[in-house]
């Protein structure tokens, strides 16, 4: 372990002990390393004081970020250009606030350091031997794949609510089992699926309360692109987290935020079985698995059925079954409202919210082939809701994503032959956005200098626009040199016109 430690971290730990002072790398850099994942960044625990770390980074002409974190004795010192965070031997207590600990002080040893943190996975130490300090297990519950908190969860989770969501993001990135020894619930999910809970475990969510919409939101996205996110997110339904409320500070005042409990009422919900392997919850986490881990894809993914069994979207059909039809709009329509809600830009939501409503676009598609298609593009280019054919492009790729992946998450999974017609549709339209669908006269294989020579300036706006039409009617290839022949024929008739 010694020669995984990166120089520049080497040189701090060194540092410090030649001071006289124990220093350890901490935390989740020890879990990546035993991982065989490469940190994405380092944290240093030492007995050193503040003011003591301080004046061995003078000595070594480290710079430092200036009382940032004191209060919490931490110093973040540059070295070799990258900032570290050192950190005092500290206890910690939490009061009213979810995240920040109300009460810190120092403590004596590493132990008491390390019996402070989250999960046992986090809880180990490294020093600059590659010696491992390891107390609560975390190394035993590596290998078995196992998430549990450091002593009791519930002591934990009412410590740090946040640590709530990050089981979740954990469970979603590891792909491990959570587990803990009290607050047990019952199962939870279809037995027999990856997503089946064995056991259900009671979380305080009404903590949550007290978190900032934007740790949530980080926590959720983190999640949601994970390698196994179906899995976090199983996890995160099962233990009430999506019902449970966070806070944004407005004008000086805080505003309740709900989390997602718009997705509770899928966890349990039947589909028709024709269709259909999963409920509809589940079906979800499987449609989100299948896809590239983008933060687009898989909140769309997230929400595409958000509105199926809602009063007027449920229905039966003629053989008894469940059916939810329109549930794309709906789903759509709510998605707004959810986004919105969770403060997300405009242009993120807006991609979101169009590949929710448009994501059963593609299944009748199967059947009616490339001239519904370019219809289909057309209208879209034309709708003003996308500026270029570079982004109207962008989604239709996105969209064949999400098709894909949500038809991977049916019963058509066991039929190649129908989802090797899907992705050879898939591509079809996104080679017609691409090729054939410009979206704006910027677009086009030609420009004003093109015409000046044909024309008055005032006339080339217009002009352009005309010939922007007849390539997106599919009348004419975007070639410029078809484009000028398409103009001069057309400035020749116009001249013959009385």
């Known amino acids: 372990m010694k020669n995984k430690l990166p120089l520049y971290i080497k ?7 030649q001071g006289g002072f124990e220093a350890y790398v901490v935390g989740g850099a020890v879990r990546d390393l035993l991982l065989g994942i490469e940190p994405g960044d380092f944290d240093v625990t030492t007995s050193a004081h503040p003011e003591q770390v301080l004046e061995i980074c003078r000595q070594e002409n480290w ?7 004191n209060n919490f004795g931490c110093i973040i010192a540059i070295v070799d250009h990258i900032p570290v965070e050192i950190t005092t031997f500290r ?25 402070r943190r989250d999960f046992t ?3 180990m130490a490294l020093n600059a031997e590659g010696e491992l300090y390891d107390y609560f297990g975390g190394q035993e519950d590596l290998q078995n794949k196992i998430l549990r908190t450091v002593g009791k969860a519930s002591q934990r989770f009412e410590e740090d609510a946040l640590r709530m969501l990050r089981a979740c993001r954990f469970v979603a990135q590891l792909g491990f089992t959570y587990q803990q020894d009290e607050d047990l619930l019952p199962a939870f999910g279809m037995e027999g699926t990856p997503y089946y809970l064995e056991r259900s475990f009671k979380f305080p ?4 309360a007290g978190l900032s919409l934007e740790r949530v939101r980080t926590e959720l996205d983190k999640m949601l ?58 079906h979800t986490l499987a449609a989100i698995d299948n896809s590239p881990q983008d933060l687009t894809i898989r909140w769309a993914l997230l929400l595409h059925d958000v509105a199926k069994g809602l009063p007027g979207i449920r229905k039966q059909n003629k053989e008894g079954q469940p059916s939810d039809h329109g549930h794309e709009a709906k789903s759509a329509e709510m998605t707004v409202k959810i986004l919105e809600r969770l403060r997300y830009p405009e242009s993120f939501s807006k ?3 169009w590949l929710v409503a448009q994501h059963m676009r593609f299944a009748p598609m199967l059947i009616t082939g490339e001239r519904t298609l370019l219809r289909w593009v057309r209208s879209e280019a034309t709708s003003g809701s996308f500026r270029t054919q570079k982004e109207l492009t962008t989604a239709y790729e996105k ?35 691409k090729e054939r669908m410009p979206v704006s006269t910027k677009d086009l294989d030609i420009n004003g200098r093109d015409l000046l020579p044909l024309m008055p300036q005032s006339k080339i706006k217009g002009t352009l626009s005309y010939l922007l039409e007849r390539v997106q009617s599919g009348n004419l290839p975007n070639k410029k040199a078809a484009l000028l022949t398409a103009l001069e024929k057309h400035l020749a008739k116009l001249e013959a016109t009385p």
């Open 11 to 17: 040189r701090i730990l060194h540092a410090l002990n």
């Open 63 to 69: 710079r430092t970020v200036d009382k940032l974190g």
């Open 91 to 115: 206890g910690e207590a939490y009061g009213y606030d979810a995240h920040k600990p109300e009460q810190v002080w120092f403590c004596d040893n590493l132990r008491e350091d390390l019996s």
């Open 121 to 123: 996975i986090n809880a």
């Open 205 to 208: 969510v009404e903590r949550c």
């Open 225 to 282: 692109t994970s390698k196994y996110a179906g899995k976090g997110l199983m996890l995160f339904m099962a233990t009430g987290l999506a019902h449970a409320t966070c806070r944004v500070k407005e004008n000086g005042n805080f505003t309740t935020i709900p989390i997602l409990p718009e997705l509770e009422h899928l966890a349990g919900l039947h589909q028709n079985p024709r269709f259909h392997c999963y409920d509809t919850w589940e």
């Open 351 to 353: 991609l979101v919210i």
């Open 399 to 433: 969209l064949v994503e999400v098709f894909l992946s949500d038809m991977g998450a049916t019963n058509a999974r066991q039929n190649p032959k129908l989802m090797s017609e899907g992705r050879l549709l898939g591509e079809l339209v996104v080679g017609l956005a």
